[in-house]
């Protein structure tokens, strides 16, 4: 049970919401929308995140910061942003004084995301940041503490736990619908060929268990509503004059309180897609479980879980604009973030002992 609820505390239900301290976020005149800046103008930013923005209710696409110059025309031109909302790197910090952006959202390769957000944090503006949180764990300590001193929101983006069929799965680890959970599977991958130049490096923040595993591994804290206690690992891979580097394969299994594993498996090289739960009374699923739509199941007692139906992303971000008007926790806050780095760091160090096992703190 406490590992339960140490999670529950983890994933921000009972956190208690951080004051807004700058005039222009503590608005005597109420705003129905929240203006949102993106950080890095690549393929998650122009197909995902920026159209999901015109599909949101409580925030929207105001400004952009980017190191391309050929890119602002063209998203100018598309979203009527202003010049002065546009920013490059280095003029990002000039945000502080820009009262149309309330929330900066960090977009960049995962070794970049520690220095962009806490610049974000210091000028004054919430933070969303997307999965994985960071590097290291250091680095994910430096940006809760850099939003808790600036008393500003910070939102990990974890689209999938905003999805209504894997609020279930969430839900379903409480009630225990077919008893005592015993076991789970939870794999993601994909055939990246060529591979993104960025994924293929340490230093940026490269590797499939960055990129692809933290799915498995946050589904599978959020499946049994519990942490893990140990964990063991092994990397892999087919193409090794690609993945010099970082891996291309990597499989790892949890173990939890209660004699419940997870099995989880994710990948560069192969196509995978699931999240299966085997509990004592019968069993349940998502195939796939990460896709960003379609995200469906069924449970052994013929149970169908449909298609959600709605854009993850604008849900996501919703949700998250919501927390910051109403002030109130937001769904995933920075520590669900940081557990997982925690973790996956330790899962890099049992790859590198041929599969030690490893306990968890």
């Given at each position: ?250 499989s790892f299994k949890l173990e939890f309180a209660d004699g419940i594993t997870a099995n989880c498996k994710t990948s560069f090289g192969e196509s995978l897609n699931n999240l299966e739960i085997n509990c004592e009374n019968g069993w349940y699923y998502l195939r796939p479980f990460q896709s960003y739509s379609g995200v469906k199941g069924k449970a052994s007692d013929g149970t169908i879980l ?56």
């Amino acid at each position: 049970m406490s590992n339960r609820r140490h999670f529950i505390k983890q994933s921000g239900l009972f956190l208690v919401a951080a004051s807004l301290p700058f005039p222009n976020f503590l608005i005597q005149r109420k705003k129905e929308k929240l203006g949102v800046a993106l950080v890095g103008l690549g393929n998650y930013s122009t197909s995902q995140l920026a159209p999901a923005l015109q599909e949101t209710s409580f925030c929207e696409l105001r400004g952009i910061v980017t190191g391309s110059p050929e890119k602002i025309p063209v998203w100018q031109k598309k979203y009527g942003i202003k010049d002065s909302n546009v920013y490059n790197y280095e003029t990002m910090p000039d945000i502080t004084n820009n009262e149309e952006i309330d929330v900066i959202y960090i977009v960049l390769p995962t070794g970049m995301h520690a220095e962009y957000a806490i610049k974000a944090a210091e000028a004054g503006k919430h933070v969303w940041c997307e999965k994985p949180m960071a590097r290291t764990a250091q680095e994910c300590r430096n940006i809760i503490k850099a939003c808790e001193e600036n008393k500003v929101k910070l939102s990990i983006g974890y689209r999938m736990q905003h999805e209504a069929n894997t609020q279930k799965i969430i839900k379903w680890a409480e009630t225990k619908p077919f008893g005592a959970i015993k076991s789970l599977e939870a794999e993601a991958g994909y055939y990246g060929s060529p591979m993104n130049p960025w994924k293929l490096k340490k230093e940026m923040g490269g590797g499939a268990m960055y990129d692809m595993g933290v799915y498995p591994l946050n589904a599978a804290r959020y499946s049994t509503g519990m942490e893990p206690i140990a964990v063991s690992a092994t990397h892999s891979t087919n193409r090794p004059e690609i993945f010099t580097e970082v891996d291309e394969t990597t499989s790892f299994k949890l173990e939890f309180a209660d004699g419940i594993t997870a099995n989880c498996k994710t990948s560069f090289g192969e196509s995978l897609n699931n999240l299966e739960i085997n509990c004592e009374n019968g069993w349940y699923y998502l195939r796939p479980f990460q896709s960003y739509s379609g995200v469906k199941g069924k449970a052994s007692d013929g149970t169908i879980l449909p298609p959600f139906g709605k854009n993850q992303q604008a849900v996501q971000m919703d949700n998250d604009a919501r927390a910051i008007l109403n002030d109130q926790p937001v769904l995933v806050p920075g520590e669900d973030g940081l557990r997982d780095i925690v973790i996956l760091e330790k899962i890099y160090e049992s790859a590198a002992k041929d599969g030690e096992r490893i306990v968890l703190g």
